[in-house]
Every structure is written in structure tokens, then in C-alpha cells.
């Protein structure tokens, strides 16, 4: 009888054990709970800025011109006139290559990106193969129609780089580049340029 006694408390022992394991247990899960949602911040990776910067030349506008350059030559019994129409198309943005370290910095959903100044990305902008000479009378050299090239290039420079026009380029740029950081899922973007 004795031997039952020991095994019935025994098992009671254990018994009350287990309930008071399955209470603490029981216990624990309630008290503790599990959040979703969404994660605010976000990292932007070294890969990131390097395919970033890999863009190189951004353009941010462009800008169609055609000149007409004419030159006359003082003759003795006539006068030699050449009249030529340049195109050109001139490309303003950045140049990515430019950036110096710590251009970008992120924080939860926040950037900020500090890009180099606008500028000509392309020097060489007139399209000689659609200058045509519009009216050329008497014998020209090549160096007098370099220098009807030179003469188109700057006027185009000067009427293109503009202050207006250099201020469009950094709005269109600052929309640009605004329009591909909300895709990676920053919420607060502040961009400026390098002067």
C-alpha cells in the first residue's frame, strides 16, 4: 500500500508540473506579441551609389540652335560672300564622375545628394554634317569656313548658356533624379548642387 501511496504522489507531483509548465507557458505567449509593419528606414547600398555614379553624363536638357554665319570678302571688281547654316544641339547636365565623397548621405527615409554644377556635357555640338552653305559666290579656304565655324560655335554657346536656360536644366535635373530616389522608396529628398 505503501508502494501505491509513493507512486499515486508521484504522479500527482508530476502532474502538478505539468499544469503549472503549460500555466508559465501560457503565460509568456499571451504577454508577448508579435508587430508588422513597415520598416522606415532605408539603406542604400555601395552598389547603389556605384550604379548610380556609373550613369556618368546625366542630361538634363537640351537645346536645338541654328546659326547663319556670313562673311563677305572685299574684292577689287567684286565682292566674294559665303553664307552658311550651322546646327547644333547643346547638351546641359552633370557629370556623375564628379562627385566628391560623401555625396550622398541617408538616414530612416531621408537622402540627401549634393551633385555637381551643370554644365556642357558635350564640346563638340555642331553637327558639320548638316551645315550647308546657303549662298557662296568667289573661291574660300578652309581656314575661312574653320573660321565660320568658330564664329557659329560661340554664338551658340552664347545663346544657349544662358542664366534662364542653365536654371531649367537644374529644375528639370532636381525632377530627374527626385523622381528615381522615390522609386527606391525615400520619402525625403533634398538635392543640391555644387557651385
Not at 546659326?67 to 547654316?85: A, Q, Y
Not at 568658330?150 to 548658356?161: D, E, G
Amino acid at each position: 500500500m505503501a508502494k501505491i501511496n509513493k507512486n499515486i504522489l508521484l504522479l500527482t507531483i508530476a502532474l502538478v508540473m505539468a499544469v503549472v509548465l503549460i500555466g508559465f507557458i501560457y503565460w509568456q505567449v499571451r504577454k508577448s506579441h508579435i508587430e508588422i509593419g513597415p520598416d522606415q528606414k532605408i539603406d542604400i547600398t555601395p552598389e547603389q551609389i556605384q550604379s548610380i555614379k556609373a550613369i556618368g553624363e546625366w542630361e538634363f536638357m537640351s537645346i536645338s540652335d541654328e546659326e547663319m554665319i556670313d562673311t563677305i570678302r572685299r574684292g577689287i571688281f567684286s565682292d566674294d560672300h559665303l553664307v552658311r547654316i550651322y546646327y547644333g544641339t547643346l547638351r546641359l547636365g552633370v557629370n556623375l564622375k564628379q562627385v566628391e565623397p560623401g555625396w550622398i548621405t541617408t538616414r530612416n527615409d531621408s537622402i540627401e545628394m549634393i551633385l555637381p554644377p551643370i554644365e556642357l556635357l558635350d564640346r563638340d555640338f555642331i553637327d558639320e554634317s548638316r551645315t550647308k552653305s546657303f549662298y557662296e559666290s568667289g573661291k574660300w579656304k578652309s581656314y575661312d569656313r574653320e573660321a565660320m565655324l568658330k564664329r557659329a560655335y560661340q554664338r551658340m554657346l552664347q545663346r544657349s548658356m544662358t542664366p534662364q536656360n542653365m536654371q531649367i536644366a537644374r529644375e528639370n535635373g532636381e525632377a530627374q533624379v527626385r523622381q528615381v530616389l522615390q522609386g527606391m522608396g525615400f520619402k525625403h529628398i533634398k538635392i543640391q548642387y555644387k557651385d
